[in-house]
């Protein structure tokens, strides 16, 4: 399991996005996405041996501090305000 956001605001390069959740991750970022709900993607892969996972992190009234406008200013730790996803890769092997 870990966190993952776009590649311009990798805080831990453990958390980096593989091709799976890269996809993912921009089809949360779509203006047609819906932002509510349980909208997961997940993805059985690898002959069955492996189930994929990921939970977008939508952001409710009380994030906005930290994750929101304005563009290009930085969050309460230095980095940019960018929203991310929860990714889970379970494996049978």
Known sequence: MKQVAPEVV???PK???DEFEAQALSQFAAP???RSGENIISATMEN????RV?????????CLGC?????GQRDISGYPKVGGAISV???QK
């Open 10 to 12: 990798l805080r831990n």
């Open 15 to 17: 958390n980096r996005a």
């Open 32 to 34: 047609g996405y819906p």
């Open 48 to 51: 069955g041996t492996v189930v």
């Open 54 to 62: 990921l939970l977008p992190l939508f952001y409710s009234q009380q």
């Open 67 to 71: 994750h929101s406008e304005p563009k």
């Open 89 to 91: 890769k379970i494996s």
